[in-house]
């Protein structure tokens, strides 16, 4: 019995010790499983937050592409100014990028609007292209643009998705990356203009926006140095912007405008170009019919009675038309001058190019020219609120104001020039004309110096600089005597 008792005692003895080993025994942390802790967590926390800020930024985008749409004026859709704006893919009456697009596709494409848009979110580099050349640099935003439109393209074409696509989807794209590769040189141009002439083809051939491509692909044709192929693709942009079946393989100034405002923007734009080609290809008698003809067209579109009192898209548009004409009046004036034409005609010419941009850009900056205490507006003055306020005024209103300031430096500095050729007698006048072509190219920084403004091209700004200087030395010299 003793013996049984004790068995007994040693079981219970030993199921005790057992229980012991299973208790759960309480946990203090050190200090190093605490940091280690709280830097898991706030890890977590920073990764979840930045997943939600992307998501959210880029519904953010999509609902302010699909507003811009929505919010669209009478005046802006009369004037025709919502077919120059930037489309990023979709229904171009809804906004935003297409609900067929896959959900990878969509966010490239947001992604190349960001770093197009906003870069400064990414900075901003210059990179070689071509490390053998050591000279060709390019824009690193452009090239991640470009990087996402490409892997939108190669998305959008797959062809179990290319069927569901919006008409206008892949159209768009190619589109807005032919422009990206326009812009990052020399290189990049026979593959643009094959995205162009995709978009070409993809429309069909018709409509403004075929004939606004048309332009784009002549361009790039005459940059490339295929003249003939250039006037051929002008003149199928003048042909579709004027309802005429009659092909033709050199443009023609039509007898009369286009109705529409739209295709009298892409006439003027063609006519430009072709101007600009036979001058410098020194085909100056057809130079100088081709761009008097242009001129008496654009003349004869009516303008506002009263910019002040035309609507911001009517002012833009007419606006638009006299730079046009600024620009042809200095390429006559040039080709004149190249025809030994007498000095007085060809300055004559450059006055009107000079006071036409001038003005162009003293209506856009919202200055007014007869009450102005500045010779020029700065080069940071501010676009007019009425074409700020805007989303599809804005871009096409600032590239106005850049183009502007560009041609009044350009006529300017002409003016000089040929008023210096005139004689010592007029040297005071020509340095007035360069001091005004500076003005216009270039800006003052802190430091109360000239510099050149981020549109001026440093070559063009060595030009004015050095014509300038010189003329400037010379007067001082010649009043000290």
């Given at each position: 019995m003793l013996k049984r008792a004790a068995s007994k005692s040693q079981f219970a003895s030993s199921l005790r010790r057992?229980?012991?080993?299973?208790?759960?025994?309480?946990?203090?942390?050190?200090?190093?499983?605490?940091?280690?802790?709280?830097?898991?967590?706030?890890?977590?926390?920073?990764?979840?937050?930045?997943?939600?800020?992307?998501?959210?930024?880029?519904?953010w985008l999509e609902y302010t592409l699909a507003l811009d749409k929505k919010e669209i004026d009478?005046?802006?859709?009369?004037?025709?100014?919502?077919?120059?704006?930037?489309?990023?893919t979709g229904d171009p009456n809804q906004g935003g990028t297409d609900s067929y697009l896959p959900s990878a596709g969509r966010k490239a494409v947001r992604n190349a609007w960001f770093s197009h848009h906003r870069p400064e979110k990414y900075g901003r580099m210059e990179v070689e292209e071509d490390p053998g050349q050591g000279t060709n640099m390019v824009d690193a935003v452009l090239l991640r643009t470009e990087l996402c439109l490409r892997g939108a393209l190669t998305i959008a074409e797959k062809p179990d998705i290319v069927g569901r696509l919006h008409p206008c989807t892949l159209p768009d794209i190619l589109t807005r990356r032919a422009s990206i590769l326009e812009r990052l040189g020399p290189a990049h141009l026979p593959e643009s203009r094959a995205q162009y002439d995709r978009v070409f083809r993809l429309l069909g051939g018709k409509g403004l926006q075929a004939a606004r491509i048309a332009v784009k692909i002549g361009d790039l044709n005459q940059r490339l140095g295929e003249g003939?192929?250039?006037?051929?693709?002008?003149?199928?942009?003048?042909?579709?912007?004027?309802?005429?079946?009659?092909?033709?393989?050199?443009?023609?100034?039509?007898?009369?405008p286009p109705s529409s405002p739209a295709a009298q923007r892409i006439l003027a734009s063609a006519l430009v170009s072709t101007s600009a080609f036979y001058g410098m290809t020194r085909q100056l008698r057809q130079a100088q019919t081709f761009e008097e003809d242009a001129l008496d067209l654009l003349r004869s579109i009516r303008p506002p009675e009263s910019l002040a009192?035309?609507?911001p898209p009517q002012a833009l548009h007419a606006l638009s038309l006299l730079h046009r004409s600024a620009v042809l009046s200095l390429h006559l004036s040039e080709v004149l001058y190249a025809q030994r034409a007498p000095v007085a005609e060809c300055v004559m010419r450059l006055q009107d190019a000079a006071t036409s941009s001038e003005r162009v850009a003293y209506a856009l900056a919202g200055t007014s020219v007869p009450d102005s205490e500045k010779l020029v507006p700065s080069a940071v003055d501010p676009l007019g609120k009425e074409y700020l306020s805007n989303p599809y005024l804005e871009k096409p209103a600032s590239d106005l104001l850049r183009d502007a300031r560009r041609s009044a430096a350009d006529a300017w500095n002409l003016m000089g020039e040929l008023t210096?050729?005139?004689?010592?007698?007029?040297?005071?006048?020509?340095?007035?004309?360069?001091?005004?072509?500076?003005?216009?190219?270039?800006?003052?920084?802190?430091?109360?110096?000239?510099?050149?403004a981020e549109s001026t091209l440093r070559d063009d700004w060595r030009l004015l600089w050095k014509n300038y200087a010189r003329m400037k030395r010379v007067v001082d010299l010649s009043e000290s005597k």
């Open positions: 057992h229980a012991s080993t299973f208790q759960r025994q309480s946990f203090s942390p050190n200090r190093a499983q605490v940091v280690l802790g709280i830097s898991a967590a706030s890890l977590a926390a920073i990764g979840v937050a930045g997943l939600m800020v992307d998501r959210g930024t880029h519904m009478s005046d802006t859709r009369e004037w025709g100014w919502e077919l120059e704006a930037e489309r990023w003939a192929d250039a006037l051929a693709w002008w003149a199928r942009a003048v042909q579709l912007v004027g309802d005429d079946e009659t092909i033709t393989s050199v443009p023609a100034v039509p007898p009369v009192s035309a609507s210096e050729k005139m004689g010592p007698s007029h040297r005071q006048l020509a340095l007035g004309y360069y001091t005004r072509a500076l003005a216009w190219a270039g800006r003052m920084n802190k430091a109360g110096k000239m510099e050149p």
